[in-house]
Protein backbone atom coordinates (compact mmCIF):
# COMPACT_ATOMS: atom_id res chain seq x y z
CA UNK A 1 0.00 0.00 0.00
CA UNK A 2 1.87 3.24 -1.00
CA UNK A 3 2.80 5.60 1.73
CA UNK A 4 1.14 8.64 0.45
CA UNK A 5 -2.57 9.10 -0.87
CA UNK A 6 -3.23 7.82 -4.45
CA UNK A 7 -6.81 7.61 -5.22
CA UNK A 8 -7.79 3.85 -6.45
CA UNK A 9 -7.87 5.32 -10.29
CA UNK A 10 -4.67 5.41 -10.56
CA UNK A 11 -3.80 2.10 -8.62
CA UNK A 12 -3.06 0.65 -11.71
CA UNK A 13 0.01 3.09 -11.97
CA UNK A 14 0.95 4.55 -8.69
CA UNK A 15 4.35 5.83 -9.26
CA UNK A 16 3.10 7.88 -12.33
CA UNK A 17 0.33 10.03 -10.02
CA UNK A 18 2.34 10.46 -7.03
CA UNK A 19 5.33 11.88 -9.59
CA UNK A 20 2.42 14.16 -11.35
CA UNK A 21 0.61 14.77 -8.91
CA UNK A 22 2.55 15.49 -5.69
CA UNK A 23 6.09 16.93 -7.16
CA UNK A 24 5.81 17.78 -10.84
CA UNK A 25 8.29 19.61 -11.37
CA UNK A 26 10.81 17.82 -9.37
CA UNK A 27 9.47 14.70 -11.47
CA UNK A 28 9.74 16.95 -14.74
CA UNK A 29 13.45 16.89 -13.89
CA UNK A 30 14.33 12.93 -12.84
CA UNK A 31 12.17 11.96 -15.80
CA UNK A 32 14.69 13.81 -18.42
CA UNK A 33 17.25 12.37 -16.06
CA UNK A 34 16.32 8.86 -16.61
CA UNK A 35 14.97 8.86 -20.06
CA UNK A 36 18.80 10.25 -20.59
CA UNK A 37 20.51 7.53 -18.16
CA UNK A 38 18.22 5.10 -20.86
CA UNK A 39 19.56 7.03 -24.37
CA UNK A 40 22.72 8.19 -23.65
CA UNK A 41 24.80 5.56 -21.32
CA UNK A 42 28.22 4.31 -22.54
CA UNK A 43 27.61 1.10 -21.25
CA UNK A 44 26.46 -1.56 -23.07
CA UNK A 45 22.97 -3.25 -22.81
CA UNK A 46 24.63 -6.15 -20.26
CA UNK A 47 26.97 -3.74 -18.53
CA UNK A 48 23.96 -1.30 -18.26
CA UNK A 49 21.65 -4.86 -17.18
CA UNK A 50 24.71 -5.24 -14.57
CA UNK A 51 24.43 -2.10 -12.49
CA UNK A 52 20.27 -1.49 -12.77
CA UNK A 53 19.53 -5.17 -11.59
CA UNK A 54 22.21 -4.64 -8.65
CA UNK A 55 21.13 -1.63 -7.85
CA UNK A 56 17.65 -2.67 -7.74
CA UNK A 57 18.61 -5.49 -5.39
CA UNK A 58 19.80 -3.16 -2.91
CA UNK A 59 17.15 -0.75 -2.91
CA UNK A 60 14.53 -3.89 -2.65
CA UNK A 61 12.52 -2.38 -5.94
CA UNK A 62 10.19 -5.20 -7.45
CA UNK A 63 9.29 -2.88 -9.75
CA UNK A 64 13.22 -2.50 -11.09
CA UNK A 65 13.47 -6.26 -9.96
CA UNK A 66 11.05 -7.18 -12.87
CA UNK A 67 12.07 -4.73 -15.87
CA UNK A 68 14.48 -6.41 -18.57
CA UNK A 69 15.79 -3.48 -20.39
CA UNK A 70 16.16 -5.74 -23.83
CA UNK A 71 12.05 -5.88 -23.06
CA UNK A 72 10.52 -3.26 -21.17
CA UNK A 73 12.52 -0.07 -22.24
CA UNK A 74 11.14 0.87 -25.29
CA UNK A 75 7.93 0.96 -24.44
CA UNK A 76 8.74 2.80 -21.14
CA UNK A 77 10.50 5.43 -23.25
CA UNK A 78 7.77 5.30 -26.18
CA UNK A 79 5.31 5.83 -23.06
CA UNK A 80 7.27 8.73 -21.93
CA UNK A 81 7.29 10.37 -25.66
CA UNK A 82 10.90 9.14 -26.27
CA UNK A 83 11.62 7.53 -30.06
CA UNK A 84 12.39 4.09 -28.30
CA UNK A 85 14.98 3.85 -31.42
CA UNK A 86 17.44 5.54 -28.77
CA UNK A 87 17.55 3.48 -26.56
CA UNK A 88 20.36 1.53 -25.22
CA UNK A 89 18.52 -1.75 -25.65
CA UNK A 90 18.26 -1.01 -29.49
CA UNK A 91 21.67 -0.54 -30.05
CA UNK A 92 22.14 -4.36 -31.06
CA UNK A 93 23.66 -5.23 -28.51
CA UNK A 94 23.32 -8.94 -26.95
CA UNK A 95 20.70 -9.62 -24.63
CA UNK A 96 20.79 -10.77 -21.05
CA UNK A 97 19.34 -14.01 -20.46
CA UNK A 98 17.48 -14.89 -16.93
CA UNK A 99 21.13 -16.67 -15.43
CA UNK A 100 22.31 -13.27 -16.10
CA UNK A 101 20.11 -11.77 -14.00
CA UNK A 102 20.19 -14.41 -11.20
CA UNK A 103 24.17 -14.54 -10.96
CA UNK A 104 24.23 -11.08 -10.03
CA UNK A 105 23.34 -11.86 -6.26
CA UNK A 106 24.09 -15.34 -6.39
CA UNK A 107 27.29 -15.52 -7.98
CA UNK A 108 29.29 -12.54 -8.90
CA UNK A 109 32.60 -13.54 -10.16
CA UNK A 110 30.39 -16.72 -12.53
CA UNK A 111 32.60 -17.22 -15.30
CA UNK A 112 29.63 -15.69 -17.86
CA UNK A 113 30.33 -11.76 -16.59
CA UNK A 114 33.34 -10.21 -18.51
CA UNK A 115 35.73 -8.78 -16.71
CA UNK A 116 34.02 -5.42 -16.70
CA UNK A 117 30.83 -6.42 -15.73
CA UNK A 118 32.03 -8.57 -12.57
CA UNK A 119 33.47 -4.63 -12.05
CA UNK A 120 30.30 -2.52 -12.21
CA UNK A 121 28.38 -5.11 -10.41
CA UNK A 122 31.07 -4.35 -7.45
CA UNK A 123 30.60 -0.86 -7.92
CA UNK A 124 27.10 -0.88 -8.19
CA UNK A 125 27.01 -2.76 -4.86
CA UNK A 126 29.76 -0.68 -3.17
CA UNK A 127 27.92 2.36 -4.66
CA UNK A 128 25.00 1.34 -2.60
CA UNK A 129 26.29 -0.28 0.29
CA UNK A 130 30.01 1.16 0.74
CA UNK A 131 30.16 4.31 -0.32
CA UNK A 132 32.66 5.60 2.53
CA UNK A 133 35.09 2.81 1.91
CA UNK A 134 34.78 2.79 -1.98
CA UNK A 135 36.31 6.23 -1.86
CA UNK A 136 39.37 5.04 -0.33
CA UNK A 137 39.62 1.83 -2.19
CA UNK A 138 43.10 2.94 -4.31
CA UNK A 139 43.19 -0.63 -5.62
CA UNK A 140 39.48 -0.93 -6.43
CA UNK A 141 40.32 2.33 -8.35
CA UNK A 142 43.50 1.02 -10.22
CA UNK A 143 40.87 -1.92 -11.87
CA UNK A 144 38.27 0.37 -12.66
CA UNK A 145 40.63 2.75 -14.69
CA UNK A 146 42.19 -0.35 -16.37
CA UNK A 147 38.49 -1.58 -17.71
CA UNK A 148 37.33 1.82 -17.95
CA UNK A 149 37.75 5.46 -19.45
CA UNK A 150 37.38 8.48 -16.79
CA UNK A 151 34.37 8.89 -19.06
CA UNK A 152 32.64 5.61 -18.53
CA UNK A 153 33.12 5.61 -14.62
CA UNK A 154 31.36 9.38 -14.87
CA UNK A 155 28.77 7.96 -16.92
CA UNK A 156 28.41 4.22 -15.13
CA UNK A 157 28.35 6.69 -11.71
CA UNK A 158 25.52 8.96 -13.20
CA UNK A 159 23.66 6.00 -13.96
CA UNK A 160 23.76 3.72 -10.65
CA UNK A 161 22.93 7.42 -8.77
CA UNK A 162 19.70 7.40 -10.81
CA UNK A 163 18.58 4.29 -10.12
CA UNK A 164 19.83 4.19 -6.25
CA UNK A 165 17.21 7.42 -5.90
CA UNK A 166 14.22 6.76 -7.96
CA UNK A 167 14.45 2.83 -7.17
CA UNK A 168 14.21 3.66 -3.71
CA UNK A 169 11.44 6.50 -4.02
CA UNK A 170 9.81 3.71 -5.20
CA UNK A 171 10.41 1.21 -2.73
CA UNK A 172 9.96 3.47 0.16
CA UNK A 173 7.17 4.49 -0.81
CA UNK A 174 5.86 1.21 -1.64
CA UNK A 175 4.71 2.30 -5.27
CA UNK A 176 6.15 -0.76 -6.68
CA UNK A 177 3.69 -3.25 -5.50
CA UNK A 178 0.86 -1.84 -7.95
CA UNK A 179 3.21 -1.33 -11.30
CA UNK A 180 4.92 -4.79 -11.55
CA UNK A 181 6.50 -5.17 -14.48
CA UNK A 182 4.94 -8.06 -16.45
CA UNK A 183 6.95 -11.44 -16.72
CA UNK A 184 7.46 -12.64 -20.04
CA UNK A 185 5.22 -15.40 -21.55
CA UNK A 186 7.66 -17.44 -22.67
CA UNK A 187 9.42 -17.28 -19.21
CA UNK A 188 6.61 -18.00 -17.23
Known amino acids: MPRVHVPNSHADDPSAYVWSHYAPEIAQGAAGYIQAVYTKSLMSLRELEAARTRTAQINGCALCLGMRSARDLGGY ?37 SARERLIIIYAGRMGEDPQGLKHDDAFWADMHACFSDAEIVDMTFCIGAWMALGRLTHVLDLDGGCMVPARADAA
Do not use: C, K, M
Request: glycine share 8%; hydrophobic share 30%.
Open 77 to 113: LQNSGVDPHLAVSARGDPEPDEQFYAEISATPDWSGF
